[in-house]
């Protein structure tokens, strides 16, 4: 089963308008950690936030705001006001503390959305 | 330099080249990965590394063989490689390893292409 899922594969926005990334993950664990990051056409990941499981707390920076909401295993990811230079393909990432099958630390990742924004 | 850097950032190969990717952290870290990133699929862990030390192969293909002879660097040498291994590969680092939620920071990726 997939462990995180972003169900948007492509989104197109005009600048300016505000844009929802959604993630959705599995765990069994209690203590577990999320992640986004940002892939812009160079290919490099750009770190964007890590939120641990037991801070439920939204998250704003900037145009970028994040709602962390457990009871329904979400992470998503807003762009207030987006811009042309957020065009890139945004990860979302889970990472577990209990090992299953060796995957205890490692990050898995979703299949990413690629995020337009059109001048 | 700072951050995560790659060399080279493009490659071109034939099936029966040899050649290395190198992958060189000035973070401090002491964990470092190499990732595969093909178009539609996954990005797929296929090293991990702790303090020079491989703790981790995800059942990748022989003709892949890693080499990390300090915790600042990692390279990856490639050996009779096939056109499906055409991808772009990720290194990454990270401060350690085990417990898990430890942030990783990537590179700029070497896109590799096999004819």
């Known amino acids: 089963a997939q462990k995180v899922t972003q169900a948007q594969t492509e989104i197109s926005v005009v600048e300016k308008e505000d844009v929802t990334l959604d993630c959705v993950y599995e765990?069994?664990?209690?203590?577990?950690?999320l992640f986004w990051y940002k892939q812009p056409p160079s290919g490099e990941l750009v770190f964007l936030i890590r939120?641990?499981?037991?801070?439920?707390q939204n998250e704003i920076s900037g145009r970028y705001s994040w709602n962390f909401q457990k009871s329904t295993s979400s992470f998503n990811f807003t762009i207030t006001a987006s811009q042309v230079v957020d065009s890139a393909v945004y990860f979302c990432?889970?990472?577990?503390?209990?090992?299953?099958?060796?995957?205890?630390?490692?990050?898995?990742f979703g299949k990413g959305t690629k995020l337009s924004v059109k001048p | 330099e700072t951050g995560v850097t790659q060399t080279p950032r493009h490659l071109v190969m034939g099936m029966t080249n040899k050649k290395s990717l190198k992958c060189e952290q000035h973070?401090?870290?002491?964990?470092m990965y190499w990732y595969k990133q093909s178009a539609k699929k996954p990005l797929e862990l296929m090293f991990v590394?702790?303090?020079?030390?491989?703790?981790e192969n995800n059942s990748v293909p022989s003709r892949f063989s890693p080499e990390c002879p300090n915790s600042s660097h990692l390279f990856l040498h490639l050996h009779t490689l096939q056109p499906e291994d055409s991808a772009l590969y990720l290194c990454?680092?990270?401060?350690?390893?085990?417990?898990?939620?430890?942030?990783?920071?990537f590179g700029p990726g070497t896109r590799l292409l096999v004819l």
């Open positions: 990454a680092s990270s401060p350690r390893v085990a417990g898990g939620g430890e942030t990783q920071y």
């Open positions: 590394y702790s303090l020079e030390e491989r703790v």
């Open positions: 990432a889970l990472s577990e503390t209990m090992n299953y099958g060796g995957s205890q630390g490692n990050l898995i």
């Open positions: 765990t069994r664990d209690t203590t577990y950690y």
């Open positions: 939120r641990n499981s037991f801070d439920e």
């Open positions: 973070l401090g870290h002491n964990a």
